[in-house]
């Protein structure tokens, strides 16, 4: 630390009076700025109500969503209109999906079964009797079952546990319930992991580890005479048809075509108007007024405002996807690319001109060599947040992943869906950006942006 | 012609002209591949989009302006008067609109601003923390504003809350990459000067870098904001409130004049915003104004 001597800081606040000793005007800005902001953020408050919106905020549906978005859960009913089927396993109590052997923390014989919920203690059926031992708790809770609606016998009912007239509902934890109605006993069970990711509930291949496919892969024994087991174990991958990895993939190709063919196309057709609309290249000022406000008119109208025309006019599709995101950029592109003509020096223009060049190969060799990394560089640019435009105008109506992921949110049930389609859109988007940057600098050199 | 040939004749220029053809043909020759794969992409695209495209173009192509004179037909029948009694009656969803978009342009400025920081390669030693904050970046930033909002909509209910923090999440990436590029290209001899005299790192940020880089830092967002506008008008199409939500409550009910109206509000204030920005900006960092 360096101690400025008591005169020499005189002498600076001498030199320079702004710096040490601000003018009032200078020294309020900060304060009124900050002010302001504060203000401004007490009438959003106000207007968006968020008091009220704070209080909606339904925090237990938010983590169920996300429990289901990377854990499955597993049900165990027993029904009393079928005693003969027992205690039913089954994936999300789904009745393709009921497992022909229990799990080894389900044992059960006839109406009688121990169910083991981990650190949520354990449920045991026996005798027309449920009862509960949670870890906590000294002592069991029961219900016992039979005629009519369920009664709940036990003396304390803490807040996890509801009691109605027609049913007993517990939840001790997120990851386990316990549900006894007039028809059914039913037990669920969280465990974490996307399960059938890889191959179908019902597919040969279900179950077995990767070492396992891989040798499947190379050995002779056909698991399907009709065909080789690498062609059978794509097609179960492929056809999966919880995950429908074969229709993703081609939602997330429809989504990359409207954003890459939108993106070349106006890319390509705004040059010339560019060059038409530059001040410097053509005279005419009627027809640069006007396509400049042809630029501000395609740009101005939003690419969804554009897909719903098109998607009038095309039907849904990427299609109608593709000709909105080109119609937009056409405008953006050419306003951007006339500006850089504006600017370009002119002087290598006039070089090319002195050696004799006709108009076409002026501009060609004396102005299009200057704007070509600008044309190169936002043309990859817009590339990416077309992805990203691609996906949103998809799922309003142009298809492609957006659209998969609307139905996948609608169900309200398949999260898992759900967080497989955006972790595949976020990773496009990011591949995209590095590939758009990587090339940017291939093609233009140096780290430009 | 004979002065060219005594030149063909010297070795060494049969060399460099020889280097130069080669050269001039490995360029045509990426020209080429460029505009082939350039092509083939287009053509290839367009075959899979009118494959999965429910109607087809040509059939299309004459129907294109049906839609637009519809529009304008309802609007001619609902006459002036009625026009502008529309606008007045969604001005209020403009305004929220626009709201939105300055509410969350204003959260992620801060955000991103501090983020950017802790992006920065010259200004933070820790390359590890460089390295999980571009991370953490790239992911706010590719995630599309439509799809937070679907989630915050179906746990908050409709509110242009939701738009709000949707747009503030992918903004706050977006900006913050940007902010980092500028703080990297600044000079570090102020920081270097404030480090001498025993400032600690927040006061050489502070002092020695924000003045540098806050004009640029103002002119990305307010290009963020124009781009914010577009994205909180099209997140009411997914009930986040706004005039997104009322251009699909009457799109659904195929109400002309007021599509049109709405088109026409959404498309004005978006060009005055884009104009006023641009405006702006020019008086911040000068003629570059286009960045």
């Known amino acids: ?449 | 012609m004979a002065a060219l040939h005594s030149l063909a004749a010297n070795p060494k220029l049969a060399q460099l002209e020889q280097n130069f053809q080669r050269l001039s043909r490995q360029r045509a020759l990426y020209t080429f591949i460029l505009i082939a794969v350039v092509l083939l992409s287009i053509s290839g695209g367009l075959v899979v989009a009118a494959d999965a495209n429910s109607g087809s173009f040509f059939s299309g192509l004459s129907r294109f302006f049906d839609y637009p004179v519809e529009l304008v037909r309802g609007a001619y029948d609902a006459g002036l008067w009625r026009l502008f009694s529309l606008c007045w009656h969604y001005l209020p969803y403009l305004i929220e609109t626009i709201n939105i978009a300055l509410l969350a342009t204003l959260i992620a400025f801060f955000l991103g601003g501090a983020l950017s920081f802790l992006a920065s390669r010259n200004l933070v030693s820790q390359r590890i923390l460089v390295f999980c904050m571009r991370r953490v970046m790239d992911v706010t930033r590719a995630f599309p504003e439509m799809v937070i909002a679907l989630l915050l909509v179906l746990i908050i209910g409709p509110s242009p809350v939701a738009a709000v923090m949707a747009v503030c999440f992918h903004s706050i990436g977006a900006l913050a990459k940007q902010f980092s590029e500028t703080n990297e290209n600044a000079d570090m001899r102020a920081v270097e000067g404030i480090a001498s005299v025993g400032g600690n790192w927040l006061q050489q940020m502070r002092y020695g870098i924000l003045p540098q880089v806050l004009p640029n830092f103002f002119s990305y967002c307010l290009l963020r904001l124009e781009v914010n506008v577009r994205a909180s008008a099209i997140l009411g199409f997914v009930g986040a409130g706004g005039l997104g939500a009322e251009l699909k409550m009457v799109v659904d009910w195929n109400y002309g004049a007021d599509i049109l109206v709405i088109i026409f509000m959404l498309v004005t204030a978006i060009s005055l915003i884009d104009y006023i920005s641009a405006a702006v900006r020019r008086t911040f960092i000068g003629d570059a104004a286009t960045l």
Request: charged share 20%; glycine share 8%.
């Open chain 1, 1 to 449: 630390m360096t101690h400025v001597h008591m005169l020499e800081m005189n002498a600076i606040a001498r030199k320079y009076p702004d710096v040490v000793d601000r003018p009032l005007l200078k020294k309020l800005v900060a304060p009124i700025v900050t002010l302001l902001i504060l203000a401004y953020l007490a009438v959003c408050y106000v207007s968006f109500d968020i008091h009220s919106v704070a209080k909606r905020v339904r925090f237990d549906i938010a983590s169920l969503y996300l429990l289901d978005s990377y854990a499955h859960k597993i049900h165990v009913s027993y029904r009393f209109k079928k005693p003969e089927a027992g205690f039913v396993v089954s994936l999300e109590g789904n009745r393709n999906t009921v497992y022909s052997e229990n799990p080894d923390w389900v044992q059960s014989s006839g109406a009688n079964a121990s169910i083991d919920l981990g650190r949520d203690g354990f449920v045991r059926v026996k005798d027309g009797i449920v009862s509960y031992r949670h870890p906590d708790y000294a002592q069991d809770f029961q219900v016992k079952t039979g005629q009519g609606a369920p009664t709940y016998t036990g003396r304390e009912t803490p807040e996890w546990l509801r009691v109605s007239a027609t049913q007993v509902d517990a939840r001790p934890s997120l990851y386990s319930r316990i549900r006894v109605t007039k028809s059914r006993i039913e037990i669920q069970r969280y465990f974490a992991g996307w399960e059938n990711f890889w191959f179908d509930f019902d597919s040969p291949l279900n179950g077995k580890s990767f070492g396992e496919v891989v040798s499947l892969a190379f050995s002779a024994q056909r698991l399907d005479p009709q065909q080789s087991n690498i062609s059978l174990i794509f097609s179960e991958f492929w056809y999966n048809e919880e995950w429908l990895h074969g229709d993703i993939a081609y939602a997330l190709l429809q989504t990359l075509v409207m954003a890459v063919v939108g993106t070349l196309i106006a890319g390509i057709l705004a040059l010339p108007m560019a060059f038409a609309a530059a001040r410097n290249v053509n005279r005419n000022r009627v027809s640069r007024f006007g396509l400049r406000r042809l630029f501000d008119f395609l740009r101005g109208v939003d690419n969804l405002i554009w897909s719903l025309i098109f998607i009038r006019a095309f039907g849904l599709g990427p299609l109608s996807g593709t000709f909105a995101i080109f119609f937009t950029d056409t405008g953006t592109f050419g306003k951007l690319f006339s500006e850089a003509i504006e600017n370009a020096d002119k002087k290598q223009a006039e070089g090319v001109q002195a050696t004799g060049a006709s108009p076409v190969q002026k501009y060609r060799f004396g102005v299009f060599p200057q704007i070509l990394p600008l044309f190169i560089s936002q043309m990859l640019y817009y590339l990416e947040s077309n992805t990203r435009s691609a996906t949103v105008i998809g799922a309003l109506g142009a298809g492609g992943i957006g659209l998969k992921l609307l139905e996948t949110m609608r169900t309200r049930q398949d999260w898992e869906n759900t967080t497989y389609i955006i972790a595949l859109v976020i990773i496009l988007v990011i591949l995209i950006d590095n590939l758009s940057s990587w090339l940017r600098a291939k093609l233009i050199g140096g780290d430009s942006h």
